[in-house]
């Protein structure tokens, strides 16, 4: 691990030049992942081309560089960023974070949100084939309920046979208008999520599981690996249409903070009688929660493991449907993994937006929901205040 006072003796520009190299080594790694044949050449260029600049980097600053891209990914599977030779603020480094799961040999989010460095990688990643398609189709249509019913099924059904995904095309929420949106969000399954002849689903999220090399399974999200979701999963045979799932970055962030949105949806109904508006006016952004006197407060929920590269992407909410508050609300896990998250999030959030949206965990938005309802206006404590500090 590179030490304080070293990087405190680099040019300022340092950190800049080390975050553009782990940006461009999460790219390669992202690339190796989706590769389901061996290329010619063997790997493509943005691959090769991250090892050398990673390479030299090391030559540069006297430390023994893996001796190839095998033992480039070796380093990703068994070093936390923090043993990298990479000099990075401290916000950046997310304790014993690894790029790689050294089991499944698949990303961790962390490496792919370094990926994409945007409020909405999904987005961003697919955004002229996939997202960005659906919104203009739904825009042309004058259907927002369609992009709604868009979002729910990605999120609540990451996974579909061959016979499900055709059979949308009927469907009258949204597969009539958007099913060939639809289709190229979903991919079919690699042979490598298959054990005995049957997939498992997560009981949590309905992600495919990953077969361990061991024995066992285990889910993608981080969420269920951490809420210890069961290792064995739902059985689902293949259908002879085949199965097919989102692709990664989908399910990683559209499916992920999808149960989060819905999760608390779901908590605002059954604990407050409140019925919160899903991805109104085309997403402008994720619930709207109406509240006594005509109120309303927007929500958009993240489901992000590193706060600074959330809090720099951040954009202003869209103003319609109009709003009387704006929140961002991560699971509360989220801070639990980094009691800092809060901090590091208003550290590095843009002067501009400081004072426009306020950061808190998913209980203490429900906390701040309940005080609202139950204080009158005219005694209630300053919410903006009350909210920050729990963030």
Known sequence: MTTTDTRNARPEDAAGTDEA?????????????????????????????????????????????????????????????????????????????????????????????????????AAELFENERIREALAVCRAAKSPQAYTAFRALLTSRPVLTGAELALLGGDPDCGMLLHDVIKRCYEPVPASYLRRGTYRQCARCRCLMVPLLHGGHRCELDRCRRDGTSDEGTPL??????????????????????????????????????????????????????????????????????????????????NEPPYDRAFLVVPRYRFRDNEAYGRQFRRNLPDDLSDRVTLLDDQAFLRLVADEISTPRDKARDPRTEGGRRA
């Open 237 to 318: 045979r293949a259908d002879k249409g085949g199965v097919f799932q989102l692709s990664r970055p989908l399910r990683m962030f559209i499916t992920s903070p999808g149960l989060a949105e819905t999760d608390l949806q779901a908590a605002l109904e059954k604990k407050f009688g409140i019925t919160a508006e899903m991805w109104p006016n085309y997403d402008a952004y994720d619930l709207r929660v109406p509240l006594p006197g005509r109120r309303h407060w927007a929500v958009d929920v993240k489901d992000r493991v590193n706060p600074v590269l959330l809090a720099r992407s951040l954009t202003p909410f869209r």
């Open 21 to 121: 190299l782990l940006r461009q080594i999460a790219s390669a790694l992202a690339c190796l992942s989706r590769q389901r044949t061996v290329p010619n050449p063997v790997y493509p260029a943005k691959v090769q081309n991250a090892y050398n600049r990673l390479v030299v980097h090391c030559l540069r600053r006297g430390e023994e560089p893996p001796g190839s891209v095998p033992q480039m990914v070796r380093w990703a599977c068994e070093r936390p960023l923090t043993e990298w030779p990479l000099e990075l603020p401290p916000d950046n480094f997310p304790g014993a974070a690894l790029l790689v799961d050294p089991e499944t040999r698949l990303p961790h989010q962390l490496c792919l949100e370094w990926e994409v460095s945007a409020a909405d990688p």
